[in-house]
């Protein structure tokens, strides 16, 4: 079968050609070096966790996993600390590989009085990893996750039972949640984010249904919980610096893991905007040509899901809109992605946040106008990239962002 590398750009893994395996993501069993790692795995064994993973295929019958480690690591699910640290790629699969995916079949999303939910809740809620027995069918096999949107992981097998060998300690605020039936799952996430707690935490306790109305607790894919966190997380944060002053025309420049981003940030009202860039030969670019997707979202936001760039688009606005309200200012934002060849095996959507956090933590620059601001970013794209002229006036053309700034009148212009 021949790929469509528009399909491919769109799809990101998600089967649209009809195939039962992204041939794109075949390369993970270069990755396979847990091999000799599990030769000697026990069918029993204890080891400490707080991670869980829920697939998405065959929902509403899923696959609800708890993440053993085979070998007791530290920030062994911790994305930040891996940033923090400038783990590389082969690090992150190396590390992760030695983590089991110990599941058993979900035949409904309803938690209810299900025990076996209930203890992996509590484990997933644990301030610090728990220790449990595990006891598994058969023998882990071989099947290495790697995907765009969670972190990888090692092979699979099929989970007996589990027992909880001590008591999670959970952090007050978290508990408060999570025997409160009457908040909102979005409440939760909200409020938590503000005392510190981080996303990867809140999508781990949104998928195994932690928070939220007590009708409403369900167990929620991982894919789908990492995006429903960005996206509530944002919301909030939009909310916050709708009221701000506006930022004065300004450019960073950054990036993490061979993900690079030009962020502008326009003096004006909150808006924004995102083109994703694949370089020739990279993930979801099979062709010799760069190609880019691209999502918008004007002051009164999006009304569907941003179809183009899927799970990057609200995890890059998350680490626009930190950056806005630490400044208390607002703008109105385009934001660049280039994806290159050094990005060789896709590691979760964690990367796409923590290199537009680190983008913006660069030192700026400050522009008097639109025009010198554009021409910069097109001067770095060119530079670093050997973007041409051509290549790079498309995506200026195409934007919404710089069409309204050019053609929408204010209502000052009218004073």
């Known amino acids: 079968m021949k790929l469509d590398p528009e399909v491919c750009l769109k799809c990101k893994g998600r089967l649209w ?5 992204c ?6 069993d270069a990755f396979v070096k847990v091999k000799d790692k599990i030769k ?15 697939g998405r295929i065959g929902y509403p ?49 309803e938690i209810g009085n299900d025990y076996k939910v209930i203890s992996v809740q509590e484990i997933v809620l644990s301030n610090k990893p728990v220790s449990v027995e595990v006891l598994l069918k058969d023998k882990p096999k071989l099947n290495m996750n790697i ?3 969670s972190a990888p992981f090692g092979p699979n097998a099929n989970l007996k039972k589990f027992r909880l060998e001590e008591n999670p300690k959970i952090k007050k605020q978290v508990e408060k949640y999570y025997y409160d039936y009457d908040a909102k799952a979005q409440d939760a996430v909200q409020e938590l984010y503000t005392r510190g707690i981080d996303e990867n935490f809140l999508s781990k306790a949104i998928s195994i249904g932690s928070f939220g109305l007590k009708t409403n607790r369900k167990l929620v894919p991982t894919r789908w919980s990492i995006t429903a966190v960005d996206d509530a997380i944002g919301k909030y944060l939009i909310e916050r610096i709708k009221d701000k002053s506006f930022t004065e025309n300004t450019a960073y420049f950054g990036g993490h893991l061979g993900n690079y981003y030009i962020a502008m940030f326009f003096e004006g009202e909150w808006s924004f905007e995102l083109f994703e860039m694949y370089m020739p ?20 936001g999006r009304k569907t899901y941003a179809e183009n760039c899927t799970g990057g688009y609200y995890a890059a ?21 280039i994806i290159t060849p050094e990005y060789y095996a896709p590691l979760g959507v964690w990367v796409v946040r923590e290199a537009v956090r680190k983008a913006v933590r660069t030192n700026p620059i400050k522009f008097a106008n639109d025009k010198l601001m554009i021409n910069y970013a097109k001067a770095i794209m060119k530079k670093k ?20 700034r050019k053609h929408q009148k204010k209502i000052t212009s009218f004073f």
Do not use: H
């Not at 996993?65 to 690090?91: C, H, M, Y």
């Open 147 to 149: 995907t765009p949107f």
């Open 40 to 54: 000697n795995i026990k069918e029993d064994f204890s080891t400490k966790t707080n991670s869980v993973f829920i």
């Open 61 to 109: 019958n899923i696959n609800l996993g708890i993440l053993t480690p085979v070998i007791e690591k530290e920030d062994i699910d911790n994305p930040r600390a891996w940033a923090a640290s400038n783990k590389d790629i082969q690090e992150i699969i190396d590390m992760r590989s030695s983590l089991i995916n110990s599941r058993k079949k979900q035949r409904k999303t």
């Open 281 to 300: 030969k990279t993930d979801w670019n099979i062709s010799s040509e760069i190609k880019y997707t691209t999502d918008y979202e004007g002051y009164f």
């Open 23 to 28: 041939p794109l993501l075949a390369r993970q």
């Open 385 to 404: 990239f050997g973007i041409n002229e051509f290549q790079s006036e498309k995506i200026f053309k195409e934007s919404k962002l710089i069409d309204k």
């Open 317 to 337: 606005r998350l680490g626009v809109l930190e950056k806005l309200s630490d400044d208390n200012k607002q703008a109105s934002v385009l934001l660049i992605r």
């Open 17 to 21: 050609c009809g195939l039962k395996r």
